[in-house]
Nanobody, 120 residues
Framework: QVRLVESGGGLVQPGGSLRLSCAAS????????MGWYHQAPGKQRELVAT???????DYADSVKGRFTISRDNAKNTVYLQMNSLKPEDTAVYYC??????????????WGQGTQVTVSS
């Protein structure tokens, strides 16, 4: 089975920084695109950033210039460096990974979510 385990969330003051990590484990043949979503209370889940297996990145307009997504393919891990955090960044953050197991088609897996709270 495949698991995505996130870490790095917490409480931070406005203007501060956090780094989220998400490690994939299990029976993995290959990993394609990886990404991060967030969901604030009462709102729909939104895409924050994505990164392809080749390292091409894309960001939501709201986080451009403040957040950086990266990955370590040897560790099956994706990161989200969040700088200049704002109260409106408060949300549960979920990582995703398109994972291929053996000859099966790729499937999009989700992590369990990690809470990020930006408050003074």
């Amino acid at each position: 089975q495949v698991r995505l385990v996130e870490s790095g969330g917490g409480l931070v003051q406005p203007g501060g920084s956090l780094r989220l990590s998400c490690a994939a484990s299990g029976s993995i043949f290959s990993i394609g695109a990886m990404g991060w979503y967030h969901q604030a209370p009462g709102k729909q889940r939104e895409l924050v950033a994505t990164i392809t297996s080749g390292g091409r990145t894309d960001y939501a307009d709201s986080v451009k210039g403040r957040f950086t997504i990266s990955r370590d393919n040897a560790k099956n891990t994706v990161y989200l460096q969040m700088n200049s955090l704002k109260p409106e960044d408060t949300a549960v953050y979920y990582c995703t990974a398109n994972i291929k197991q053996g000859l099966s088609p790729s499937y999009k897996y989700w992590g369990q979510g990690t809470q990020v709270t930006v408050s003074s």
